[in-house]
């Protein structure tokens, strides 16, 4: 038997808990908020797409564009909200957000730094885009084209871990006097 889905939340209930999550995580973009709500079963792709939407067109939250994808953070009117309204929220509730929130917060940080993308063209071919952030500069970026999807996604995922070397390759050998 399949579980049953949990119900829809409460319009305020849903508001406060993205925010709240908005303001310990700092910016992030749709799926990362999502990760970290879903993860720790805060609240559903549902609530928190309705929150999202609800709380930009209110001003309680901003979108931005951004590289890695839209960006969602706090205004200053949710944080009001948030002050306002944040003996409504249960302890429990408020006490995981808080407590979970520092190790995505990291993560997230290093997602919005080391973009990696891959795309498929209209002839087939993939694409691997590559980005080395600094907030909302590109100090870096690539796009390679990648014959395998499988090759391209393997590469993405090095990406964080080796974009520092690259960047510093290029800089060097860019920088050489012969």
């Not at 564009?65 to 003996?87: C, K, Q, R, V, W």
Request: proline share 4%; net charge negative; hydrophobic share 45%.
């Amino acid at each position: 038997m399949l579980p049953l889905p949990h119900a829809m939340m409460d319009e305020q209930d849903r508001k406060l808990y993205t925010l709240l999550a908005l303001r310990e995580l700092g910016s992030c973009t749709h799926m990362q908020l999502l990760h970290f709500m879903f993860e720790n079963d805060i609240m559903t792709f549902f609530d928190l797409s309705l929150a999202l939407g609800e709380l930009v067109d209110e001003g309680n939250a901003s979108k931005m564009a951004h590289p890695a994808d839209s960006l969602y953070a706090i205004t200053d009117a949710g944080l009001e909200m948030l002050t306002f309204f944040a003996n409504r929220m249960p302890h429990s509730k408020v006490t995981l957000i808080k407590e979970a929130a520092p190790a995505w917060r990291e993560k997230f940080t290093r997602e919005k730094q080391f973009v990696s993308k891959v795309t498929q063209n209209k002839s087939g071919e993939y694409l691997l885009h590559l980005k080395l952030m600094d907030g909302f500069d590109a100090m870096l970026s690539i796009d390679v084209p990648i014959p395998e999807r499988s090759l391209a996604e393997k590469m993405a995922a090095r990406w964080e871990d080796n974009a520092g070397d690259i960047y510093l390759y290029l800089m060097n050998k860019l920088g050489e006097n012969k």
